[in-house]
């Protein structure tokens, strides 16, 4: 977890575009699974996505990808994760949303390799729900975990496929950047 990975002013203008996104009705429901088996579950999961495109991204989106590159970098170097490239997108859960446990790596599939998110939510006090829940034990579902509060410029990262989370109940409209660092 890196509170104040963003500056404040390129983290606040996301939040603004997430947000006016969300009012425009450019988000679409977020569904589980992928490709021909991805279905719509409200039971699992309640956010509403859209998808960073190259080519299509706004400059304060531009700013965020260029710092995450150079998180793709300093991680390789240090790790030798052999990360490739990133995919991601807005996410925004509306008041009561939430996020079933899950892992964020596909069955069948190895290129999601580290989770990243980014909360673009300001303002945000003890209370108002929506916090990412954690469970620190690899490939584990019980026992220890971690609770984040989905602060403006926060960012948390970690390893896709080992460590299941879950979003709890939001009390008010909640906004992230979700991604993930992919290997080839």
């Not at 575009?17 to 409200?42: F, M």
């Not at 989106?61 to 710092?67: A, P």
Request: net charge negative; hydrophobic share 40%; proline share 3%.
């Amino acid at each position: 977890m890196l509170p104040g990975f963003l500056e404040k002013a390129v983290a606040e203008e996301l939040s603004v575009e997430s947000l006016a996104a969300w009012k425009e009705g450019k988000l679409r429901r977020a569904g589980v699974g992928k490709g021909k088996r991805l279905v719509i579950r409200e039971d699992v999961r309640s956010d509403h996505v859209m998808w960073l495109r190259d080519g299509e991204t706004t400059l304060c989106q531009q700013r965020y990808l260029d710092r995450l590159e150079e998180l793709r970098v300093a991680l390789n170097r240090r790790l030798f994760l052999g990360l490739m490239d990133f995919e991601g997108h807005f996410a925004v859960y509306p008041e009561g949303g939430v996020y079933k446990p899950h892992l964020d790596r596909h069955r069948e599939t190895t290129d999601r390799i580290l989770t990243v998110i980014l909360y673009l939510n300001p303002g945000w006090e003890r209370g108002d729900g929506g916090e990412l829940r954690i469970w620190t034990t690899a490939g584990e579902r019980e026992g220890d975990f971690e609770l984040i509060e989905p602060r403006m410029g926060t960012l948390v990262c970690f390893l896709a496929e080992d460590h299941w989370h879950e979003v709890l109940p939001a009390v008010k409209t909640r906004a992230s950047i979700t991604g993930w660092f992919r290997c080839a």
